[in-house]
């Protein structure tokens, strides 16, 4: 009779706790975030400021916070130019659809590669080889919501709130090593403006807040802007891949 | 020499698999500056998506918009209201009838006039150069809507037009002067053309049920005669004619 009694109520906890957490997907969660994706998917060019502050974790000043200023610009599939600034130094990355220019301005020196011909695949692929990491660019894989949802153990729409001033779409979710907030404009744009992770599974927890401004769409961006011509004596050095250095 | 990446530099940070390659890893090691490395290092080019040369979009235009496989297993809730107000659920309802198991009700002539629903209610083609401030949006594939009321839009011509509703539509209130009816075991809602059953995220807009019984129709119904019986055909759904306790009403009829 105890061991019919204990084998119900272990049944009945087990589909509590089936239950309790089976995951919850907001649908108004993925129209927001496909609308947003579908707008970005749609731009033929594009320029943004993305001003980021990240955590770095020190065993002896526990999080410490760094920050960056990114001015990214996109031309058709295969131009990007990004100038980036802040406590990483002053860098510009330059991409033409055949070579990724990485250029330090504090060293003087800049590195080239063959890359990939679009600039999806190129930040794709360096992102992966070379550790090179490029502003908001989860925002513009094409797959970004299939990439949520395929990690998202939440997704939930939390209403409308402001950024800047701005009303937006406030869109929050967790995954199994992190929490992640999204803020989308509440305009014909449906632009990102916001985006805050914390990561969960990182000891001390820290966190990556990006906050996108001065969104332009579609502005006539010159391929000439897009071209790496290397300062006066910049010297050339080697871009170190991430496996090579083990 | 070569490049020091930055110690901190991160992957990407959410795992794009399905940008069908694999997901950077978050844990770098950092690179260090006294290494040497062959001069001709030419990252790997494998392209799983050929580039449309017509497609100059920045990254070849977003993947499967409204069309995702949200895993069965999950609890998939459905679209929430996005007002700021959120409204009281008013239970204003007109009238219940019962009908059990479909049974085809007398036919009974009586003229159609179609029912106005108050000044909030707009029948179908109708524009408004603006919405109430408290009008719900939601999207449905790649077409946004409006609800306000009962009634539901699309963005049109600087304004909106009211449409037909879109089956499988969530909202999380029903208007006023909503009427209930009941076939065979289920509860149906209705109002203003549109059928509605109760869901754990709201009420859902499905097809007209045969047999349901519901007392107006909205302006846009149009008569057709189908083996000598005048019915009326409202968004691809029969009504006949029939009468429910002395009082004229329509029942949802097959088409053929």
Redesign the interface.
């Known amino acids: 009779m105890k061991k019919k009694m204990f084998l119900i109520v272990s049944i009945c906890a087990l589909f509590i706790q089936t239950k309790a957490q ?7 969660a ?2 927001i975030l ?2 947003m ?2 707008m ?7 320029s943004v400021t993305v001003k980021s502050n ?1 955590d ?1 974790t020190s065993r002896r000043l526990g999080l410490v916070k ?1 920050s960056d200023e990114q001015q990214l610009f ?4 295969d131009k990007l130019l990004v100038r980036s600034d802040g406590d ?1 130094g002053t860098k510009y990355i330059s991409y033409n659809g055949k070579t990724l220019t ?1 250029y ?1 301005l504090d060293r003087n ?1 800049y ?1 080239q ?9 190129m ?12 502003p908001a ?2 925002l ?12 998202a153990t939440n997704l939930q ?1 939390l ?2 709130t402001k950024v800047d001033g701005k009303e937006c ?1 406030h869109v929050a979710g967790t995954a199994k ?2 929490t ?1 907030q999204f803020w989308i404009a509440d305009d014909a744009y449906d632009l990102p403006l916001k985006v805050v ?1 914390v ?1 969960t599974s990182k000891e001390m927890n820290p966190q ?1 807040e990006a906050t996108l401004t001065d969104w332009k769409v579609n502005p006539d961006l010159p391929d000439a802007l897009f071209d790496f011509s290397a300062p006066p004596k910049a ?1 050339r ?6 496996t ?3 | ?6 110690q ?12 069908s ?2 997901a ?1 890893t ?1 844990n ?5 500056v006294n ?1 040497t ?1 062959t ?1 001709n ?5 494998t ?1 799983t998506e050929p ?1 449309s040369p017509v ?12 069309n ?3 895993e069965m ?8 209201h ?1 007002n ?1 107000n959120p409204r009281a659920d008013v239970h204003n309802h007109v009238t219940v009838y019962h009908t059990g198991s479909f049974r085809s009700q007398p036919y009974n002539y009586h003229p159609y006039h179609p029912y106005y629903w108050g000044p909030r209610w707009h029948p179908v083609g109708f524009f408004l150069s603006a919405l109430a401030a408290n009008a719900i949006r ?2 449905i594939g ?1 077409q ?1 809507y409006y609800y306000d009321d009962g009634c539901y839009y699309i963005p049109s011509g600087g304004g909106y037009s009211a449409v037909l509703p879109p089956v499988g539509a969530v909202v999380s209130y029903l208007p006023d002067g909503y009427e209930t009816c009941q076939v065979g075991d289920v509860y149906y809602y209705y109002f203003a053309g549109t059928f509605y059953v109760n869901i754990q995220a709201g009420y859902q807009v499905v097809q007209a049920p045969i047999g349901a019984i519901i007392s107006q129709l909205p302006d846009g119904a149009v008569d057709q005669n189908i083996n000598g019986q005048d019915l009326l055909v409202y968004n691809n759904t029969y009504y006949e004619p029939i009468s429910q306790d002395g009082q004229d009403a329509y029942q949802v009829v097959p088409g053929n």
């Open positions: 089976a995951p919850r997907i907001d649908t108004v993925v129209s496909d609308k994706s579908a970005i998917g749609s731009l033929n060019s594009c990240y770095i760094h996109m031309h058709g599939s990483r990485y330090s020196q590195a590669i063959t890359a990939p011909p679009t600039v999806m695949e930040i794709d692929t360096v992102n992966r080889i070379y550790g090179i990491e490029f660019a989860d513009f894989y094409p797959s970004f919501v299939d990439d949520i949802l395929s990690e729409y209403g409308l779409y090593d992190k992640f992770i990561y990556f010297k050095i080697k871009l170190v891949s991430l090579a250095s083990k | 020499m070569a490049i020091n990446i930055p901190q530099a991160n992957a990407q940070r959410f795992n794009h698999a399905n940008f390659r694999p950077p978050m770098r090691t950092p690179v260090t290494r490395v001069v290092r030419t990252p790997p080019v392209r580039v497609n100059r979009t920045i990254n070849g235009g977003s993947r499967n918009v409204g995702h496989n949200i297993n999950r609890n998939v809730t459905g679209n929430e996005v700021v939601f999207s790649n946004w």
